[in-house]
Nanobody
Framework: QLQLVESGGGLVQPGGSLRLSCVVS????????AGWFRQAPGKEREGITC????????YYADSVKGRFTISGDNAKNTIYLQMDSLKTEDTAVYYC?????????????WGQGTQVTVSS
């Protein structure tokens, strides 16, 4: 059964960095696409990045391009989101997702998410 568990969120000052982790169980990374979404207060959930291990494709939304990096560790079946040069507008709950590809559709359950707060 597919399960995703996010961690690594916290409070960081503008310009700082955080690395989020997402442990995947039930599938291996080479069987799925993987992505990160976020939901800010009062806004809809948005997809910000994805990757596909099988074909090497990646995607970044313009809002995070050049600042965020998605990666995966097949041995640990874990997806990472390295977030640098954080801005206050990056404040949101971050979720990882199993996708049909990159780009693709979420086909699994949402995890509990991890809160990222960027504030001075």
């Amino acid at each position: 059964q597919l399960q995703l568990v996010e961690s690594g969120g916290g409070l960081v000052q503008p310009g700082g960095s955080l690395r989020l982790s997402c442990v995947v169980s039930g599938f291996t990374l080479d069987q799925i696409g993987a992505g990160w979404f976020r939901q800010a207060p009062g806004k809809e959930r948005e997809g910000i990045t994805c990757m596909s291990v099988s074909d090497g494709s990646t995607y970044y939304a313009d809002s995070v391009k050049g600042r965020f990096t998605i990666s995966g560790d097949n041995a640990k079946n874990t997806i990472y989101l390295q977030m640098d040069s954080l801005k206050t507008e990056d404040t949101a709950v971050y979720y990882c997702a199993a996708l049909t590809g990159c780009p693709g559709t979420n086909f699994g359950p949402w995890g509990q998410g991890t809160q990222v707060t960027v504030s001075s």
